[in-house]
């Protein structure tokens, strides 16, 4: 994307906020909420080919599953934003060597699953309709899938969930607003009419929505590895998981970025679900 484009966007939605606060509001909320990426290119068909593919249902929204068959525990592997489950590969091939049970599954608007928009709470509502079906025990969650497993299991307390592990994942809400906000360059009155709309449609103002507080009451054993030189998600997210999460162990890691692709981290999360 062009550097300037995010800010002529924004002017632009600005300019509405004088007109309709609450139009300019539903723009910029529908632009924070439609991915530009994450569609399965034709490599990552092929390779998502050697799961049993399967689609569940929420409110009508098709949800798409994959599932490499194993005899141990069942891990249900939850990817973030402008992604699929193929982004899972290499830790999905060291899992399936262990004979783990991998489900994966594509986010609304994301990969094969259906949807033209994207929230972290609706993405919540279709784990909780996997995990049930599977009978999950442990959850992997990257970036905004860990935020959506986190406020998924804040809100359902599945028993089954035994281990939860998240990777670089969002402390809160308002912090990815804001960052939202800074990037578009939004007015004073655009802000204010986001809070309003979140308020309206989800019964909350956006600060309510902390994964960090809300894991004060997941009782599954934790796993949270961030990275210092994260530049998507701020490494203070994972210190506030951290100092909230009271049954889990922090790992740091330095060089693997937003992504934590790394055999390294790989090794943290068997350690853990060996423990």
């Known amino acids: ?13 600005n300019f509405t906020s004088y007109i309709s606060p609450r139009f300019a509001a539903k723009l910029a909320i529908d632009l924070f909420s439609m991915p530009k990426k994450g569609n399965i290119q034709p490599k ?19 949800i798409k599953t994959y599932n490499w068959k194993g005899d141990k525990e069942t891990i249900l592997l939850v990817h973030g934003w402008e992604s699929n489950s193929f982004r899972w590969m290499d ?36 784990i909780n309709v996997v995990a049930q079906k599977f009978n999950v025990h442990t959850i992997i969650g990257h970036s905004v899938g860990g935020m959506a497993s986190v406020f998924f299991q804040h809100k359902y307390q599945l028993k089954s969930i035994e281990k939860f ?18 990037m578009m360059g939004y007015n004073t009155r655009v802000s204010k009419a986001l809070e309003s709309h979140v308020l309206k449609h989800y019964k909350h103002l956006p600060e309510y929505f902390s994964p960090a507080v809300f894991s004060k009451e997941i009782k599954a054993k934790g ?8 530049r998507i998600i701020p490494y203070n997210d994972g210190l506030k998981f951290k100092q909230n999460y009271a049954n889990s162990e922090f790992i740091t890691t ?22």
């Not at 994307?1 to 939605?13: D, Q």
């Open 44 to 62: 990552e068909s092929e390779y998502l080919k050697s799961a049993t593919q399967d689609h569940v249902y929420f409110e009508g929204l098709s």
């Open 254 to 275: 330095k060089g693997f970025g937003h992504s934590l692709k790394s055999e390294k981290v790989y090794q943290h999360i068997l350690d853990f679900l060996n423990d």
């Open 91 to 126: 830790l999905i091939e060291t899992l399936r060597s262990l004979n783990y049970n991998i489900i994966a599954l594509d986010a609304p608007a994301h990969g094969a699953s259906g949807g033209k928009l994207f929230n972290a709470l609706l993405y919540s509502e279709c």
């Open 1 to 13: 994307m062009n550097n300037n484009l995010p800010k002529i966007i924004g002017g632009s939605i």
């Open 165 to 182: 592990i998240l990777l670089g994942t969002p402390a809160d809400f308002i912090g990815v607003f804001n960052r939202y906000e800074n």
């Open 223 to 230: 796993l949270i590895i961030h990275d210092k030189k994260d």
